[in-house]
């Protein structure tokens, strides 16, 4: 008998799933990787008092009650450089010029925007007062001591680099990439390399997998086509095993006879479930080999890439302890689409003039994987949507 496990089941097995080691890498390595560790910042951004505009740093009191008319006039000291300290200190009364980004000088509070400074031989005339720290950038302002700027599970990206270089970080703790092994079951399948004599099937989902496997941060493998054969796969199983954490095999998976998937499970290790109450994607089963798991996925393209797109992209996520970052949008229906209750469904759809169209097709048609903008999904307990209702368009 079928094991068969509803989503929110299976999303449950993954959270006993143990997470992958830590690694220390350099930054120039870091992108796409999982932080293991929150990023603290260990000294204060941008660590000086600066000036946000270009202008004329000064006392604030200099300026108090001045105008066009009846200017404040300081005596210019020259100019800060920036990158560098400030050679002078201010007094009452003096000013210095001062481009975006430099360091206040000792004495100064506020600085006038250049707009409002009119310079004069040796001195600057000020037709704007300015409050206090007008137009400075504080010591901490940025980043302060202490201040998580990068939380544990994040994925790297380029934004995290600048932050990282920027507070002196050159090497980050991150999560070791998850080992993943592929590999395609069928006498019916060829290499999409291979010329192609009908009724033969090129191998799409070996390459889909790797693909979105990689795109996922995992080290994955194609290990290529396996026949029809219990022993050859088992032993390309087996072998995987031993230098993977997910062994993902496509096909295989429905109740047929020449289907070896389940038996090569169940001389490996504990069989967790056999078919999941979604469509498409009901064939797909499950097994745990001491901290590892063999995954078999359907055949058809479509079931294929829905398991892996919304399950088991969850169980690489768990290992890698990585935050999942939403990207759905929310959209109306374009037409009524009515489904049969009891399963989970996952709707491919067209996004157009911000309503989102049904796209009806079979799971074994690889067109839709090129057509689809999303998918909906549509809970087990309901008939289906209406047109004009809100709906959830994942991405």
């Not at 090129?202 to 493998?221: F, M, P, Q, V």
């Not at 479509?302 to 929310?330: H, P, Q, T, W």
């Amino acid at each position: 008998m079928l094991k068969v496990l509803n989503v929110s089941e299976v999303l449950n097995i993954f959270e006993n799933a143990k997470e992958v080691d830590n690694e220390n890498v350099d930054i120039n390595s870091a992108l796409g990787r999982v932080l293991a560790e929150d990023v603290v910042a260990c000294e204060n951004l941008p660590g000086f008092k600066r000036s946000s505009v270009d202008g004329y740093a000064l006392i604030s009191n200099d300026t108090y009650l001045c105008s066009e008319s009846m200017p404040a006039i300081l005596k210019n000291k020259g100019s800060i450089v920036i990158g560098e300290r400030p050679k002078y200190s201010l007094n009452e009364g003096e000013c210095i010029y001062i481009p975006t980004g430099a360091m206040l000088p000792d004495g100064a509070d506020a600085v006038a925007m250049i707009e409002d400074c009119e310079e004069l031989g040796d001195e600057v005339l000020i037709n704007k007062p300015t409050s206090r720290w007008e137009n400075v950038v504080f010591e901490d302002d940025d980043v302060k001591i202490g201040e998580v700027v990068i939380k544990k599970g994040t994925v790297i990206e380029d934004r995290h680099i600048a932050v990282l270089a920027g507070l002196g970080i050159t090497n980050v703790n991150v999560k070791r990439k998850v080992k993943a092994t592929v590999i395609s079951t069928g006498d019916e399948l060829i290499s999409p390399y291979e010329k192609r004599e009908i009724p033969k099937v090129r191998d799409i989902n070996g390459y889909y997998l790797t693909s979105a496997l990689i795109k996922d941060g995992c080290d994955a493998k194609y290990k290529g086509i396996s026949k029809d054969n219990e022993e050859e796969l088992f032993t390309l199983v087996k072998e995987s095993l031993e230098e993977s954490d997910i062994v993902f095999i496509s096909g295989g998976s429905s109740a047929g006879n020449r289907d070896f998937t389940i038996n090569i499970m169940e001389r490996l290790g504990e069989v967790l479930f056999h078919g999941i109450a979604i469509k498409p994607g009901k064939p797909t089963l499950m097994a745990k080999v001491g901290e590892k798991f063999i995954v078999g996925l359907p055949g058809h393209p479509l079931s294929c890439a829905v398991v892996y797109r919304f399950i088991m992209s969850e169980l690489v996520d768990r290992m890698l302890g990585r935050i999942k970052i939403d990207n759905s949008l929310i959209l109306k229906m374009g037409e009524n689409y009515h489904k049969a209750k009891g399963r989970e469904e996952y709707l491919p759809v067209t996004i157009e003039g911000g309503y989102a169209y049904p796209i009806y097709a079979k799971s074994s048609a690889i067109s839709v994987m090129a057509k689809c903008d999303g998918f909906i999904k549509i809970e087990r307990d309901l008939e289906g949507v209406m047109k004009e209702q809100e709906v959830i368009v994942m991405r």
